[in-house]
C-alpha cells in the first residue's frame, strides 16, 4: 500500500510540473519519440510533435487525441535549415512561447550500410549532429519567452562519450562521432544558457530496442539482444529528468542495461 501511495504521489508531482507546459519532441513519429509522447500525454503536457514522416505523426496524433492529450504536429526536416525556420514561424504564431524542447531526432549508420552507401555518413550528421543544433537555434527565441524554467534535453547516446564501455564504436564509428558532437554541443549549451535560467540535460542511453537498424536498411540486425535497453525504460528515464524541480538540472545521464550475473562465474 505504502508503494501505491508513493507512486501516485509521485505521478502526481511530474503531472503538476509539466501541466500545460508547450513540450516539443523531435523524432516523435515512431521509437522512442512516440513513446516519450505516450508518457508525457497523460502528465498534461501540450505536445507539439516533429517528424519528417507526416504519415506516422498524423496516426499518432488520432491514438494521442482520442485519450484526451492536447496534440499538434508538424512535418519538418530538421537538416533543412530552412525548413526549421519556417517551422518555428509556424509555432512562435501558434504558441508565443516553449517550455520544453526535447531533441530526439536522429538516424542510425554503421559500418556496413556506409560500405554499400557512402552518403550515409553525410546524412547522419546532418540529421543527427546539426539537426538538433538548427533546432535549438530556432527554439531559443521562444523557449526564453517561458513563464517558467525552460528546459532543453538532449536524447544522446552512451557512444557520444568517452569513458565507458558501453562507448564502443567500433562498428559504427560514424554514428559515435555524431553521437560525440551532440555530446559536445550539450556541454557547450549548458554553459552558454546557465545564465539566462534555461536548464540543459543530457541523456545517454546506451543500445535500446527500436526501428532505428530497419529505417538504415539493417532489418537484419539482431533485436531483443540481451544488451538491449527497453524503449518504454528509456522514456522513462527521459521523463524523469524532465520532471525533475526547477532548481535541479541533470546535466549528464548515462543509462545502460544491467546483466545479471552468470552462475559460475
Not at 505516450?38 to 506516422?56: C, E, H, K, S, T
Not at 491514438?63 to 509556424?90: H, K, M, P
Not at 528546459?151 to 562498428?171: C, E, F, K, P, W
Not at 538504415?216 to 529528468?241: I, K
Request: net charge negative; aromatic share 6%.
Amino acid at each position: 500500500m505504502s508503494i501505491l501511495v508513493c507512486t501516485t504521489y509521485e505521478h502526481a508531482t511530474m503531472a503538476s510540473r509539466l501541466h500545460h507546459q508547450v513540450t516539443l519532441l523531435t523524432g516523435a513519429a515512431a521509437g522512442l519519440g512516440a513513446e516519450l509522447a505516450r508518457q508525457l500525454a497523460p502528465l498534461g503536457a501540450r505536445l507539439v510533435l516533429l517528424d519528417i514522416d507526416a504519415d506516422g505523426l498524423a496516426e499518432l496524433e488520432r491514438e494521442l487525441s482520442l485519450g484526451g492529450a492536447e496534440v499538434e504536429t508538424y512535418q519538418c526536416d530538421i537538416s533543412d535549415n530552412a525548413a526549421v525556420v519556417a517551422t518555428f514561424e509556424r509555432l512562435a504564431a501558434s504558441y508565443g512561447h516553449l517550455d520544453v524542447l526535447v531533441n530526439n531526432a536522429g538516424i542510425f549508420t554503421d559500418d556496413v550500410t556506409e560500405a554499400h552507401d557512402a552518403s550515409r555518413r553525410r546524412e547522419a550528421f546532418l540529421t543527427t549532429a546539426l539537426g538538433p543544433i538548427q533546432i535549438t537555434h530556432a527554439a531559443l527565441p521562444l523557449l526564453r519567452q517561458s513563464a517558467g524554467v525552460a528546459h532543453v534535453v538532449n536524447v544522446i547516446s552512451a557512444s557520444g562519450l568517452s569513458d565507458t564501455q558501453a562507448s564502443d564504436n567500433r562498428r559504427w564509428s560514424t554514428y559515435g562521432a555524431t553521437k560525440s558532437a551532440l555530446a559536445g554541443f550539450n556541454t557547450t549549451l549548458t554553459a552558454q544558457l546557465a545564465p539566462e535560467g534555461i536548464k540543459v540535460s543530457g541523456v545517454f542511453p546506451g543500445g535500446f530496442e527500436s526501428d532505428m537498424c530497419e529505417s538504415a536498411g539493417r532489418s537484419e540486425e539482431q533485436h531483443d539482444a540481451p544488451w538491449m535497453l527497453r524503449t518504454q525504460d528509456v522514456a522513462e528515464v527521459v521523463v524523469f529528468v524532465m520532471t525533475r524541480p526547477p532548481d535541479v538540472q541533470i546535466e549528464r545521464l548515462l543509462v545502460t542495461k544491467r546483466f545479471e550475473p552468470v552462475a559460475g562465474t
